[in-house]
């Protein structure tokens, strides 16, 4: 019995297992979601720091322009907090050092004279504070920096680093097995017949997890053979958090995956989805591994993943808000079907959506002209244009 796209939604959230958590070198944790609310260890910055190269002074002692003082020291980042001894003089500073203490206010060079026995000032007024990053002004002590289940992307990092965190608490990413089958999939390198086709899925499938930030991938081939995928999809499930095979899972004589699934002790939670393309669409579970059956055609396979698998790893990995997407179509759609329809699009002159001309799901040559797919939903045969539908990229971003 077919289900649902949102039934099919809800049947994969409410199988997957709970984060888990692991410690990570910090230059290992980019892109990796953190476990812990981050608290800064100190005030930000943690002293009074200069801003400017110049003279810091006292300034209740200044005169105004023209005012001749003395030089009585050098305060260096990077070096311990110097003291104004001699109140009627000025210590030099370079920018990022300690504030001197007996000082409240730094004048850059540009505005003084600097000579052998002092500075001659430039400037009719100084404000206190002024050129000061003030202690604290940034943050406090024990203030939250970085939320759990954020994101770390590079500002984290350096947030990260600036607060001691050489080791970071995370929670891990999946360990995944793509497992692709069939008789009439050659390597692609592999010199092709007239009745073969050389794989792509793999292919396709790992690059797309890889954009998305799931690196640990094993990819296995396996023909249309009860005992090999019986031994392979064995190995699969005891190494990977996240199975995902595509092909052999509809109807057809030579359609063994369900069976051999069944054997291999896979609860089957859902075969078969109201939706094109992916009906034949299978997931199950086995202890803590998640098991994708995908269809085989490659439109059916990538739609099926961005909808369904990526979603789910990006929540095994922490993320609990993902955002979505909407586009406005730019012309009437008609579908002559009952089902939800994803379908392939490409924006317009004036950044609408529009469909992208295909033949079916075995078509993946017409996506490179495409942007993405909408999700036109079940039980509507006319959509309007102006109308906006939930919208999901092939490409990562940093590669649209």
Same mark, same amino acid.
């Given at each position: 019995m077919l289900i649902s796209v949102s039934e099919a939604e809800k049947l994969i959230d409410e199988a997957q297992p709970a984060p888990r958590l692991i410690a990570l070198p910090l230059i290992e944790a980019h892109g990796y979601v953190l476990a812990i609310d981050i608290k800064a260890e100190r005030d930000y910055p943690p002293f009074d720091r200069i801003t400017k190269d110049g003279i810091a002074l006292d300034s209740t002692r200044i005169t105004g322009k023209g005012q001749h003082i003395k030089?009585?020291?050098?305060?260096?980042?990077?070096?311990?907090?110097?003291?104004?001894?001699?109140?009627?003089?000025?210590?030099?500073?370079?920018t990022g050092?300690?504030?001197?203490?007996?000082?409240d206010a730094v004048i850059p060079y540009e505005e003084i004279d600097k000579h052998t026995d002092g500075v001659v000032l430039n400037t009719k007024q100084v404000r206190a504070g002024q050129h000061i990053h003030a202690q604290g002004s940034d943050c406090k002590k024990e203030t939250v920096l970085i939320k759990k289940n954020t994101i770390i992307a590079s500002p984290e990092m350096a947030i990260l680093g600036s607060n001691g965190m050489h080791t970071v608490s995370v929670y891990a990413k999946p360990c995944i097995a793509i497992v692709t089958t069939g008789d009439e999939l050659v390597a692609t390198n592999a010199k092709v017949k007239s009745h073969q086709l050389r794989r792509s899925n793999d292919v396709m499938l790992q690059g797309t997890l890889q954009g998305h930030g799931f690196t640990n991938i094993d990819c296995i081939h396996v023909a249309d053979d009860a005992t090999q995928l019986y031994t392979e999809f064995a190995k699969a499930l005891n190494a990977a958090?996240?199975?995902?095979? !595509?092909? @052999?899972?509809?109807?057809?004589?030579?359609?063994l995956i369900p069976d051999v699934l069944q054997e291999l002790a896979v609860k089957n939670i859902f075969h078969g989805v109201r939706q094109r393309p992916g009906k034949p669409m299978w997931f199950g579970k086995k202890e803590h591994t998640?098991?994708?059956?995908?269809?085989?055609?490659p439109v059916s396979a990538l739609t099926c993943t961005l909808r369904y698998v990526v979603p789910a790893l990006k929540k095994m990995s922490g993320?609990?808000?993902?955002?979505?997407?909407y586009? !406005?179509? @730019?012309?009437?759609?008609?579908?002559n079907v009952s089902l939800t329809v994803f379908m392939p699009v490409k924006a317009n002159a004036n950044g609408e959506i529009v469909p992208v001309s295909h033949n079916g799901s075995g078509d993946f040559?017409?996506?490179?002209?495409?942007?993405?797919f909408i999700e036109l939903p079940g039980d509507t045969y006319h959509f309007y244009a102006g109308e906006r539908y939930p919208f999901i990229l092939w490409r990562t971003p940093c590669l649209a």
């Open positions: 030089l009585s020291g050098y305060a260096q980042a990077g070096k311990p907090r110097v003291v104004l001894k001699e109140m009627d003089s000025v210590i030099e500073v370079a050092a300690p504030l001197p203490q007996g000082t958090d996240v199975v995902l095979i !595509t092909g @052999g899972v509809s109807k057809g004589t030579y359609d998640l098991v994708f059956g995908l269809p085989g055609n993320q609990i808000e993902q955002f979505t997407d586009k !406005t179509i @730019g012309e009437a759609i008609d579908v040559t017409s996506l490179a002209d495409s942007c993405g």
